[in-house]
Each structure stands twice: as structure tokens, then as C-alpha cells.
Nanobody
Framework: VQLVESGGGLVQPGGSLRLSCAISGRKFNIYGMGWFRQAPGKEREFVAATNWRGDDTAYTDSVKGRFTISRDNAKNIVYLQMNSLKSEDTAVYYC?????????????????WGQGTQVTVSS
């Protein structure tokens, strides 16, 4: 299984970015997917997750109303649309594939991880 993130970069506060995660090597459309992030000096934390169909989602409180997770099962891609970005959103963002088809939010429930993409929010 290979997960490859893209779309990170430098953005000003209040700006937007869309992260993408392309998955290969497994049957993508029967597993839940998630995004995590790790800021410098901090533990990796859950950001967002979706179930296998993409019709149910979960978010950490700090990104609710600003971030949206979605998936395109025909293209084997999961997205994280990030709006109204803040400096505290600066982190390496990781895409992960769950071991099951439902929504999961703990790291242990995810069996495959991408290499991460850097998001920096700064003026």
C-alpha cells in the first residue's frame, strides 16, 4: 500500500489549501481514511476522517467549520480542503488508511500512512 500526499506549502493566515492523498496497492473504496498532523515539538494529532463511502465525517474541534475531508473512490484520492487557515495549523499533514470501513479517529486504527506534506501558515 502506498499513500502519497501533495498540496502542502506556504500560505498566509486566512488563506486556503487543498491537500490530496493518492492511494495505490489496495482496494481503496472499502476503507475509512483520515488526516493527521504533527506540529514541531508536539504529538501527532487527529484532524479529520471519513468512512468508506465518504458520506460520514469527523473532525477535531479546532478545525470544524474550516476544514473539509472528502474522497473520490473512482480516482482513489482523498482530499482535505483547508480554509481560513491559522498559524496554529502549521504542521506536517499525514494521510492514513484505516483498517476498517467506518470512521476511526485513533492512530492505532490506521494501518497505512503517507510520508507527510508540510503546511506553513505565516505572513
Amino acid at each position: 500500500v502506498q499513500l502519497v500526499e501533495s498540496g502542502g506549502g506556504l500560505v498566509q493566515p486566512g488563506g486556503s489549501l487543498r491537500l490530496s492523498c493518492a492511494i495505490s496497492g489496495r482496494k481503496f473504496n472499502i476503507y475509512g481514511m483520515g488526516w493527521f498532523r504533527q506540529a514541531p515539538g508536539k504529538e501527532r494529532e487527529f484532524v479529520a476522517a471519513t468512512n468508506w463511502r465518504g458520506d460520514d465525517t469527523a473532525y477535531t474541534d479546532s478545525v470544524k467549520g474550516r476544514f473539509t475531508i472528502s474522497r473520490d473512490n473512482a480516482k482513489n484520492i482523498v482530499y482535505l480542503q483547508m480554509n481560513s487557515l491559522k498559524s496554529e495549523d502549521t504542521a506536517v499533514y499525514y494521510c492514513a488508511a484505516a483498517r476498517d470501513r467506518g470512521i476511526v479517529t485513533t492512530e492505532m486504527a490506521f494501518g497505512s500512512w503517507g510520508q507527510g506534506t508540510q503546511v506553513t501558515v505565516s505572513s
